[in-house]
């Protein structure tokens, strides 16, 4: 009851400086406009996938877009533990009377809140980029990232529950969080990644997150392939290789991940100073 | 009074270095206790272990008749903390802040806001409660602290050095509260200074240097210790045996610093009448001087204590120092 409680005044906290923080809140639309209506586009523009030139890049890349925004946003909210360190608002947490894995659960419940809002931001983009929504969809999209960014923020727990200043951020950003991003899947499909790669792709969580975005996004998107006929996307997606496994594996894995990551981050937490 | 604190041969050590060597002190109920030093003296380092966040190298330490390594819960909950450097998010607002600590120590809803007006009318912020932290000065936040760390009704409220890098008139402001919260509330006060002045304001002081307590009395009690009041006597014009006659009549030893005679006597102030009909006609001036906490501490450790004005940043620097030692254990 009481660890309840805990939980929840972390996570309230969370929420409202976050609400409060109205510069993240234009990053957190203007970022991923900028991968979509540049980068996507851009590349779109020049090249096509390989072996699957019915899906063209911008669909390919949007849900790959929705995780790696769930990434960032997910690693910064727990990130935000060593913030707290240095400003002393930690040792107000620490000296108090509470358990402190129930802390370091709430921190991942206000990331995975905050990484809600901006999957609800990229799922308002679809239509630019030429993707079919309906309720179903939304629903699922909202619980997918609150999985992947529970096991991300629990990732980040553990980071920083071992961090003891700023500085170290840009290592963890150059040697963690963009290798988990560049090996999801998000950018290029694992199909046609060098065999040496793959084994490392399998080993990301992300890459099960980012499949499992591609298997709700894609699922109500009808597109046109050669002789006119009219094919759902994420049929001709799981064809060409980009699709790999079923959305129940990915959510199985994904599941998998958030809780062996929330347990091992409660714990480092509860270790820490 | 009974005894809400009691330090059992409490030793800290970092690695090699010794932070605290075998301290013993006992705190009544509804007292202020000081902790008087240097800085790196030992005195944060002992809060910490009494408040939970570092474990004693050996030794032992109970609050509230609970010893701090085996029920760290009950302790958290019957002690308020008020830091070196200030631990408010200052992104909330006041009443923000004082909700946030009311969850996290089991405050029942019904009676919080009744304790908020209350806390927050004690150190004059009742009419801030909606506004950002993040727009209070320095002293305010001190002061919104101290009202936090006594929200839950602790048994005793800690403070490490509340006043430093403060003005002066905030200074005097917050002990004003500290002393209002002893009388109305009859919270347990155990704060830490290296303010000479300040120490003065507290019922017990610890004179603590080294990591090793060298006495602990009241202020009074302590000043006694110098063996009374300095007298200064100037003699008129050049009188030569004027050492000599004091030395010989009062029996005491005379230092003579610039033109003037320097020598300790219990009770100075009423010595002065004594002076004057004693050597009428031979004396210029009298100056009594009270023996300072800054004599005491000369006299037990030798040495002055470094007045350093520590700014908010170095004393958060070195709070980060201990920190971190402390989570490399």
């Avoid at chain 1, 049929?235 to 990915?250: K, M, N, P, Q, Y």
């Avoid at chain 2, 006060?189 to 006495?215: L, P, R, S």
């Avoid at chain 2, 200064?232 to 004091?246: F, N, P, T, W």
């Avoid at chain 2, 005491?296 to 980060?320: C, K, N, P, W, Y």
Wanted: proline letters at 4%; charged letters at 20%.
């Amino acid at each position: 009851m009481k660890a309840l409680k805990v939980i929840y005044t972390i996570w309230f906290r969370e929420y409202k400086t976050f609400m409060r923080e109205k510069g993240r809140i234009v990053a957190m639309i203007g970022q991923p406009l900028l991968y979509l209506l540049i980068l996507g586009k851009g590349i779109t523009a020049g090249m096509s996938l390989k072996g699957s030139s019915d899906v063209d890049y911008l669909r390919f890349m949007y849900p790959g877009i929705i995780g790696m925004s769930i990434l960032f946003t997910s690693i910064f909210s727990s990130i935000s533990i060593i913030w707290d360190r240095e400003f002393g608002f930690l040792k107000e947490v620490l000296v108090a009377p509470v358990p402190r894995w129930a802390v370091a659960v709430g921190k991942c419940f206000g990331g995975a809140t905050i990484a809600m809002i901006q999957s609800v931001i990229l799922i308002v983009m679809a239509p630019l980029v030429g993707i079919s929504l309906s309720v179903l969809m939304i629903v699922e999209l909202l619980i997918l990232s609150f999985l992947i960014s529970f096991a991300v923020t629990s990732l980040g727990v553990i980071i920083a529950s071992r961090m003891q200043s700023m500085q170290s951020f840009q290592m963890v950003m150059n040697f963690l969080v963009m290798p988990l991003y560049f090996l999801s899947g998000a950018m290029f499909p694992m199909s046609s990644a060098p065999t040496w790669m793959k084994p490392l792709m399998m080993a990301d969580p992300l890459t099960y997150g980012v499949d499992a975005l591609r298997n709700v996004v894609f699922s109500e998107t009808m597109i046109v392939v050669a002789g006119n006929v009219q094919q759902p996307l994420v049929e001709v997606a799981r064809t060409a290789g980009l699709i790999r496994w079923s959305l129940s594996f990915d959510v199985a894995v994904m599941t998998a991940s958030a809780m062996l990551l929330a347990v091992a981050g409660a714990w480092v937490f509860s270790k820490s100073n | 009074m009974p005894e809400i604190i009691r330090v059992e041969s409490l030793v800290k050590k970092f690695g090699e270095f010794t932070a605290v060597a075998g301290i013993d002190f006992n705190i009544e109920a509804g007292e202020i206790f000081g902790f008087l030093g240097p800085n790196g003296a030992g005195k944060t380092t002992t809060i910490k272990i009494l408040a939970t966040l570092l474990k004693p190298t050996s030794g032992k330490a109970t609050l509230a008749g609970y010893d701090v390594l085996t029920h760290p819960n009950e302790v958290r909950q019957s002690i308020g903390m008020v830091f070196q450097d200030q631990s408010l998010d200052d992104r909330l607002t006041a009443e923000e802040n004082l909700w946030f600590h009311a969850m996290l120590y089991d405050v029942p809803n019904s009676v919080f806001t009744e304790r908020m007006e209350q806390v927050l009318k004690l150190v004059d912020l009742g009419d801030r409660r909606s506004s950002l932290v993040r727009t209070f000065s320095g002293g305010m936040k001190r002061r919104l602290e101290i009202a936090r760390g006594l929200l839950h009704h602790p048994r005793v409220l800690f403070l490490d050095e509340p006043t430093l890098g403060l003005d002066p008139q905030t200074r005097n402001a917050i002990w004003h509260h500290v002393r209002r919260l002893r009388d109305e509330v009859g919270t347990t006060v155990f704060m830490t200074t290296h303010y000479m002045d300040e120490a003065e304001n507290c019922d017990h002081i610890a004179i603590i240097d080294h990591g090793k307590i060298q006495a602990v009395d009241t202020p009074a009690a302590l000043k006694r210790m110098i063996g009374g009041d300095k007298v200064i006597v100037g003699g008129v014009g050049s009188d030569a045996d004027l050492e000599k006659d004091l030395a010989a009549k009062y029996n005491v030893e005379v230092q003579k610093v610039d033109s003037e005679f320097h020598f300790q006597m219990q009770s100075g102030a009423e010595f002065v009448p004594r002076v004057v009909s004693d050597f009428s006609g031979r004396v210029r001036s009298i100056q009594i001087k009270q023996p300072s906490l800054e004599d005491v501490f000369l006299r037990l450790t030798g040495h002055a204590i470094r007045q350093q004005e520590g700014s908010a940043i170095d004393a958060m620097r070195q709070g980060v120092q201990l920190w971190r030692s402390g989570g490399r254990r």
